[in-house]
C-alpha cells in the first residue's frame, strides 16, 4: 500500500505565499508521475501542476503558471508545490497524486487552502 501525506495547507491573505509537501511511503523513483490537483466547492476536481520523476519535465495549469512551482526532494521522497502569490480564487482542498507503474493512482487525504481578499 502506498501512503501519500500532505502538509502545508493553511490560511493566507491575497499576494501572500504556501508551501505544500506530499511524503510518499515508498522511494519517489518507483512512481511515474506526482502531481498535485485541487478541488474548489461545487467544481471537479483539476491538475495543478505535475512532475515526471524520471527526466523532471513539469506540467502547469494555465491559472499557476508564474506563480506555483513543483518541485521534489528525491532523498526524502516529498514533493512541493510552491504557491506564490495566491489569489482568492486559489481556495480549495490540494490533492496528491501518484501513478505507479501496473498501480495506477494513489491519492493523499488533501490539504485545505484558504486564500482571503
Known amino acids: 500500500q502506498v501512503q501519500l501525506v500532505e502538509s502545508g495547507g493553511g490560511l493566507v491573505q491575497a499576494g501572500g505565499s504556501l508551501r505544500l509537501s506530499c511524503a510518499a511511503s515508498?522511494?519517489?523513483?518507483?512512481?511515474?508521475?506526482m502531481g498535485w490537483y485541487r478541488q474548489a466547492p461545487g467544481k471537479q476536481r483539476e491538475l495543478v501542476a505535475s512532475?515526471?520523476?524520471?527526466?523532471?519535465?513539469?506540467n502547469y495549469a494555465d491559472s499557476v503558471k508564474g506563480r506555483f512551482t513543483i518541485s521534489r526532494d528525491n532523498a526524502k521522497n516529498t514533493v512541493f508545490l510552491q504557491m506564490n502569490s495566491l489569489k482568492p480564487e486559489d481556495t480549495a482542498i490540494y490533492y496528491c497524486?501518484?501513478?505507479?507503474?501496473?498501480?495506477?493512482?494513489?491519492w493523499g487525504q488533501g490539504t485545505q487552502v484558504t486564500v482571503s481578499s
Open positions: 497524486k501518484a501513478n505507479l507503474p501496473y498501480r495506477g493512482d494513489y
Open positions: 515508498i522511494s519517489i523513483f518507483s512512481i511515474n508521475a
Open positions: 512532475t515526471i520523476t524520471r527526466g523532471g519535465i513539469t
